[in-house]
Every structure is written in structure tokens, then in C-alpha cells.
């Protein structure tokens, strides 16, 4: 028998990083929310790997911070190691990672969502939406409670129709031996919506206490951590090491031989897995030629023992990874505390949603995060974000907010997954960023932060910081490019110390600092500014002054492409009724619905030519329409 539980603007269905994201989001932007979690135990809970960041991930952090959101911020506050990646390349491809405290992460996360004045936690399994004239209107859960609700935001991970599978022993479970989510999950396929079957996997977990780190190479983080969010003012100072080391011909040998007990290989296991993050039995087989592979041991925390075996991701028997694991440098007689493991789940085809991520079969559900096709914390939580905002805007009757491709990566893979779909796992790359060289780590506030001010997530303090770093950095490029600088012997002297060519001519501060061995120090050593600059816009001025051509160009792509993003196209267009289309093209136009010439022109099987003659039928004005009940 059915229950009033409550009524609210937003209802968020899960509680891992998507749903943190998006609950906060709304309630934060005045939207009445309740996230409903089967285990509020388990509340942004790191089932795989113990880390945050990365190359593109790392920069999807700053993003999300620079909106308004959490996860910058407690990882801030619970990493135990923390390392700025490719340094020495350019600044488009540097990007934060840390590792985490999990146990900490966890709880700073439930301390957030607890102190959220306009949000609920509470803790319920939901089995079914609540449709009413093609809207979604609330949940109900497996007691009969229902909540009534605007808004409705899915965020079940790998929960729906999970299994557990290792080795020849498979049963039904979400992450982590928890309970899985069966009826939701069948209940979205008689709404309609369409499911892929997607796998991921974990590693085993050992007792630190049993490895003998003198056959391991130490991963110190660095001298000097930097933090994520751009609120951050103190640092944790006290890191903890990673350790590397790597399989043996023993270890290859192993698995080779036991292949035929690989549910991988024996056909056990369906569902597709992430290209980008194999297994290491996947490794082994595709990779016959390498003698051997890293594998790193990553704490999970400061008072556990716990250790992450990365890049030893299988789903083998559990006898077989005991051998696998004494076979590698370091860990003969490591003691395995949880074995590897394989999970299968469903996840809804993203093509299926607008990129505000409401579903176009329902108006009012929207979903995010690992239900949507994506591997990864960082990508969920990016998601979880948007979804939270566009929900809250749609229920407040204010336009959407959907981010370009040339605004951030959270754009890129939203536009990725309503656009092109996606058959694995989606994991985000900076090759998937066309114009990587304006998302970069450094500029997320410079890109992002007005946009969160203006939808109410920044706040006054915040947003007034921005302009006065905007305005520092503007008087200071205008300095350099007035400011000269003449030959003299001690600035030879001092540029041969450097190894730089001697200036001939008196030159432009602003053409000095684009020599490739100058830097914004050596500057402000040579022609100091009135006033020191701060840390953050010493260093945009330099990337902006010495990739200032490379920038030019980008942007005038950008401004190509938005002249394509600019070309609306009708929502209901009847494509069956455009004459010269490719069969494929109208098939792939009648899935995803683009917005825009520009969306229309990324789908997968839409030729250029079919995008002229798009392009064409709709500047004529006259255009059929499907009817609405279509």
C-alpha cells in the first residue's frame, strides 16, 4: 500500500559521485531535493579505484569546482598524495591527480550532504517511477513510499541488474557485495527506454603489512601540493607513498594457463568492457609481446592496511589471482584481503537523452553518471552537476544550461554521449577535446565561474575574487606588451647564465616572455611590475602571452563552430521527408534529435553532404513536422 513520503522539487535516486553532484546542485540553487540511497553508509564511496584526477579527469575536478560543486573540495581536504601530471609538457595536458583517503572522501561527502540546509538523505530502494501524462512526476520505493517530485534524476551506477562475477562463480550484486537494483532497472526498459550491458572490474585488495617494498620503486607525491579547488587555502602536508612494480613472465604464465577458467574468455561474461582500462588477462592476450606491465600499490587510506593493486583489474578465479599476485616483485608473500571481480550492469543508451541529460521519452527524468554509459568518478560527478542544474532550472521555468564543446570538458562529454553514443564504457581523453588548448587546468575559473555565479552556486565573495584576478591579469599583459626592454651587459650576462641568446634590439617585455627558455619570473626579475602578481596570474599571463597564437587559432575554430551551434534546428523536423538524405543519416537524425547543424554534423553515419542538405531544407523556411503524439 502506498504512502505520501513527501513532496519536493527534486528527487535524486542514488548517492555515489553523480548523485552527490546533482543533489547538492539543486538544493543549493534553491530547489526543496531528497537523494534516496539504498545504504547512506555508502555515500560517494569509492568502489574502485581510491583516487580523483588525472589527464582530462583531473581537469573535470577544477570544472566541477569552478560551477560550484563538492568534489574539489573534499578531496582538498582528504587525499594522501597529491601529484600535478605531465608537467613537462604544455599546459593543455597537465592535470591534477590524487589519492585518496576513502574512508575520509566518504565522510566529508555525508557531512556535506547532511549540512545542505534544502536537502534530504534518507535511505530507500526505489523500484518504480511515477508517469503521469508522459511525465515524471516522483518515485516509489520497495516499501510503497512515493515521493512526488518536478524532477526526477537517476543515479544508480553500476547498481541496475548487477552481477558479481569471478571466475566460474557469478551472483547478483552491486559494487562491493551490496544489495543491486533489479525492478528499476526493468521497469525503465517498459517505459521504453533502451539498456545496454556494459562489465567493469576491480583489482584485488592486500595487506600492506605482507608486501616487501625493498622490490618496489616509491611514488612520492609532490615536494608541493596543489590543490583542486580554487577555494582551497591550506594543504595537507603529510603525504604517503605509492609504490611500483610490474608482472613477471611467472604472472603472464599464469594466466596464459588459465585462461580457459576466465569468464572473459569462456563467454561468461557478456556485457562490454572499457577499452581504456583493461584486464589484466585482456593485457596479457592482446599485448603477448611485453614482458611485463606496471602495477601500482595504492594506499586506501591512512589507517588501513588496505592496499589498491592497480593495473591488476581481472575477474579470474580467486585461487588463481592468490598465484597471480605472489608472482609479482614485492609481493611473494602478500595476503590478498578482498579478491578482483568483474561487474555487469545496465546502463541506459545515451543518445536517448537531451544534453541537458533529461530523457526525451520522459519529460522530467534525467539521469547521470555510470547509467549513462561513462566509467569513472570524475566523469559521474560532471554529469551529476549538470543534470542537478538543468533539473533545477527546468523545475524553476528558466532556459537550460548546456555547455559547448569549447567551454569545458564536461561539454565534450555530454556532447559525446547524446550525440555519438557510446558501445564500452566511456572514459573522457584529452584526444576527445578538439580545442584542449583553451580547457585547460589552469582556466577553469576563467571559463566557468561567471556561469556558476550567474545560476546561483558561486557566491558574491567568490565571483568578486574572479574579477579582481581577471583584472590583475589584463593590466599586467597590457604592462608587458608597453613595457621595454633594453640590451645591456648584466641582462647578457644574466640570459647566458639562462643559456638565451643575448638581445640585439630592445624588444617588448611581452616578445621576450615568448622565447621558449624565458619565464614570467624572469620578467618580473628584469622588469618587475609596481606590484607583485599572485601565484594563479603570474601563470595565465604566461601561457597567455606565449601560446597566444596557438589560442588565436583556436578560437577562431571555436567561432566557426558555434555559427554551426547557432543554426537551430526544429525539434519536431520530420527527416523521413527531406529529399537526398542517406537512409543512414535520416536513421541516426531520428535517434539523437540534434538541436543545432553543429550537433547534426558530430553524429556518427551523418556525412557532410547530408549535413548541406540539413543545412539547405531548413533555410528555406518551409519544413514538415512529426506530429507530437509521434
Not at 134 to 158: F, H, P, Q, S
Amino acid at each position: 500500500m502506498a504512502y505520501q513520503a513527501g513532496e519536493f522539487d527534486v528527487v535524486v535516486v542514488g548517492a555515489g559521485h553523480a548523485g552527490i553532484e546533482a543533489s547538492l546542485a539543486a538544493a543549493r540553487m534553491g530547489a526543496k531535493t531528497v537523494m534516496l540511497t539504498m545504504n547512506p553508509d555508502m555515500v560517494g564511496f569509492m568502489y574502485c579505484n581510491p583516487s580523483i584526477g588525472g589527464p582530462a579527469k583531473g581537469i573535470v575536478v577544477r570544472e566541477i569546482d569552478a560551477l560550484g560543486g563538492e568534489m574539489a573540495r573534499a578531496i582538498d581536504a582528504t587525499y594522501i598524495q597529491m601529484k600535478m601530471l605531465n608537467t613537462s609538457k604544455g599546459p593543455a595536458v597537465r592535470a591534477l591527480r590524487a589519492q585518496a583517503d576513502k574512508f575520509e572522501y566518504q565522510n566529508r561527502m555525508k557531512k556535506a550532504l547532511e549540512d545542505e540546509p534544502n536537502l534530504l538523505l534518507r535511505q530507500a530502494l526505489v523500484e518504480h517511477l511515477l508517469i503521469e501524462d508522459g511525465k515524471c512526476v516522483g518515485v516509489v520505493t520497495n516499501t510503497g513510499a512515493e515521493y512526488r517530485a518536478k524532477a526526477v534524476i537517476v543515479t544508480t551506477g553500476t547498481f541496475m541488474r548487477g552481477k558479481i562475477i569471478i571466475g566460474e562463480l557469478s551472483y547478483e550484486s552491486g559494487p562491493n557485495n551490496q544489495m543491486p537494483s533489479v525492478n528499476l532497472s526493468k521497469h525503465l526498459e517498459e517505459l521504453g527506454l533502451e539498456l545496454a550491458r556494459f562489465k567493469t572490474g576491480t583489482p584485488p585488495r592486500i595487506d600492506g603489512k605482507t608486501i616487501d617494498y625493498s622490490k618496489t620503486e616509491i611514488q612520492p607525491g609532490d615536494d608541493v601540493a596543489l590543490p583542486f579547488s580554487y577555494e582551497t587555502t591550506e594543504m595537507i602536508t603529510e603525504q604517503i607513498p605509492c609504490w611500483l612494480t610490474y608482472t613477471s613472465e611467472r604472472t603472464h604464465r599464469i594466466i596464459d594457463e588459465n585462461l580457459h577458467r576466465s569468464p572473459m574468455f569462456s563467454g561468461m561474461i557478456k556485457g562490454t568492457g572499457p577499452r581504456y582500462c583493461p584486464s589484466i588477462e585482456d593485457k596479457v592476450v592482446r599485448f603477448n609481446d611485453k614482458p611485463r606491465h606496471q602495477i601500482f600499490l595504492e594506499p586506501e587510506g591512512r589507517d588501513t592496511e588496505e592496499i589498491y593493486v592497480q593495473g591488476l583489474s581481472t575477474s579470474l578465479p580467486e585461487d588463481v589471482q592468490h598465484d597471480m599476485l605472489r608472482s609479482i616483485p614485492g609481493l611473494e608473500k602478500a595476503e590478498m584481503m578482498r579478491p578482483g571481480y568483474a561487474i555487469e550492469y545496465d546502463a541506459v543508451v545515451p543518445t536517448q537523452l537531451w544534453p541537458t541529460l533529461e530523457t526525451k521519452k520522459i519529460e522530467g527524468l534525467f539521469t547521470a553518471g555510470q547509467i549513462n554509459g561513462t566509467s569513472g568518478y570524475e566523469e559521474a560527478a560532471g554529469q551529476g552537476i549538470m543534470a542537478g542544474i538543468n533539473a533545477t532550472l527546468k523545475v524553476q521555468g528558466k532556459d537550460p544550461l548546456i555547455l559547448s564543446r569549447s567551454q569545458g570538458y564536461i561539454g565534450v562529454m555530454i556532447d559525446d554521449l547524446v550525440t555519438k553514443g557510446t558501445n564500452e564504457p566511456y572514459r573522457l581523453l584529452t584526444s576527445r577535446a578538439e580545442y584542449r588548448l583553451l580547457l585547460r587546468h589552469d582556466n577553469a575559473d576563467l571559463r566557468l565561474t561567471d556561469i556558476g555565479h550567474e545560476i546561483g552556486l558561486i557566491s558574491e565573495e567568490r565571483h568578486a575574487r574572479l574579477g579582481a584576478k581577471k583584472d590583475e591579469i589584463a593590466r599586467e599583459m597590457k604592462r608587458l606588451e608597453k613595457t621595454i626592454i633594453k640590451p645591456s651587459a648584466e641582462l647578457t650576462a644574466r640570459f647566458e647564465a639562462l643559456g638565451m641568446a643575448p638581445l640585439k634590439e630592445a624588444v617588448q617585455a611581452a616578445t621576450l616572455l615568448k622565447r621558449p627558455e624565458a619565464s614570467y619570473a624572469l620578467i618580473a626579475e628584469v622588469a618587475p611590475a609596481p606590484v607583485a602578481l599572485s601565484i594563479e596570474a603570474a601563470e595565465q599571463v604566461e601561457i597567455q602571452v606565449k601560446y597566444a597564437g596557438y589560442i588565436d587559432k583556436q578560437l577562431d575554430q571555436v567561432e566557426r563552430m558555434m555559427k554551426m551551434e547557432q543554426k537551430r534546428i526544429p525539434e519536431r523536423i520530420d527527416y523521413d521527408a527531406i529529399q537526398g538524405l542517406a537512409m543512414e543519416a535520416k536513421q541516426k537524425l531520428n535517434q539523437v534529435r540534434p538541436l543545432s547543424i553543429g550537433q547534426a554534423s558530430r553524429i556518427s553515419g551523418v556525412n557532410p553532404a547530408d549535413v548541406s542538405i540539413l543545412l539547405v531544407y531548413i533555410e528555406q523556411g518551409q519544413y514538415a513536422l512529426i506530429s507530437e503524439s509521434e
